[in-house]
């Protein structure tokens, strides 16, 4: 798939995709907000998406690594 033939594609359908493919062993995060339609920059609500490849557990894990991680390199 060609640069030019993802333009046709919605955020949405493309995330879908990615989630339904069996090869993904992945965590999507993404902001639930448009951007810059929230008042304070500092506070944002994101969504966490994955597919059948991951548990609920396994994700909370990878997610508390890298919030540690995160916060070490601030």
């Known amino acids: 798939m060609t640069v030019r033939e ?7 359908d493309l995330l ?13 995060i993404h902001s639930r907000d448009a951007v ?3 008042d304070e920059p500092e506070e944002r609500t994101f969504s966490v998406r994955f597919n059948h490849n991951f548990e609920t557990e396994d994700v909370r894990r990878l997610l508390d ?5 995160l916060a070490d390199a601030v």
Request: charged share 30%; proline share 0%; no cysteine.
């Open 65 to 69: 690594v890298v919030s540690r991680r």
């Open 36 to 38: 810059g339609n929230h």
């Open 6 to 12: 993802l333009e046709l594609y919605a955020t949405e």
């Open 16 to 28: 879908e995709e990615v989630l339904r493919r069996s090869s993904f062993r992945g965590v999507v």
